[in-house]
């Protein structure tokens, strides 16, 4: 049986992590948030943790090669989940093309990229929002915001060329309540 294995995709603040938790619900799917892995690493103290932990709190990208190595880990952990979200991986086209090779061996690829569409300043209002209680200081600082919609235009936007070349790419109105958007990208999925 094919599994059903979901890119969600968008800038920071668009909903991925928010959306993510109906999807792996309503699917069954394994959610891994390469985010969530690395604050992980930070709370426990971990040698990659106090590496990435500088470098997420100026809002720029992890290296390819501490992300790629822990999806890896996690998907062949989870040989018989029916499917994965992946939620904020890939960020690059190395993570992208890392993903394709690791699936595809597999005979598991990808099955669609969902790409929810926000507009800058109403990331920056939901970021900041939630900077008041989630007590990430990533959240917190206005520059480092921007800093993060820059390499997110710069470095992780290219990657829907990536996946519309394979057909898989699909634009989702990210704007709205989370539970038309959660509508909207069951839809899609079908
Ligand atoms: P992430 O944890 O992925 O953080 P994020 O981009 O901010 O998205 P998140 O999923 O948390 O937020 P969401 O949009 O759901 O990354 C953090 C850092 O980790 C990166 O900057 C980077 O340093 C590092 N990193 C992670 N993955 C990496 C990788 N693959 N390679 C390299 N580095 C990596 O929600 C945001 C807010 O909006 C929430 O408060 C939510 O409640 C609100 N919201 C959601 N939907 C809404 C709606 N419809 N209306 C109003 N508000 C809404």
Redesign the pocket.
Known sequence: MNKLNIVLF???????????EFLIKKFGLVHL????L??AEIKDETPLGLQ?QE??SR??????HI?IGMIRNRIDANNTAPGFIF??????KA?AEALDEMLNAKSQPITAMLALEVPGPELVR??L??GET?GRS??RDEQVIAN?IA?YEQKTSPLKDYYSAQGKYKGIN?????AD?TERLVEVIG
């Open positions: 968008g800038p920071p603040g668009a909903g991925k992590g928010t959306q993510s948030s390469t985010g969530d690395l604050r990435a470098i997420m809002g720029e990208l992890v290296s390819d992300v939620d904020g991986f890939p960020r690059t993570q939901r970021l929002k939630r989630s990533d959240d993060r390499e990210g704007v709205g309540s989370v958007i």
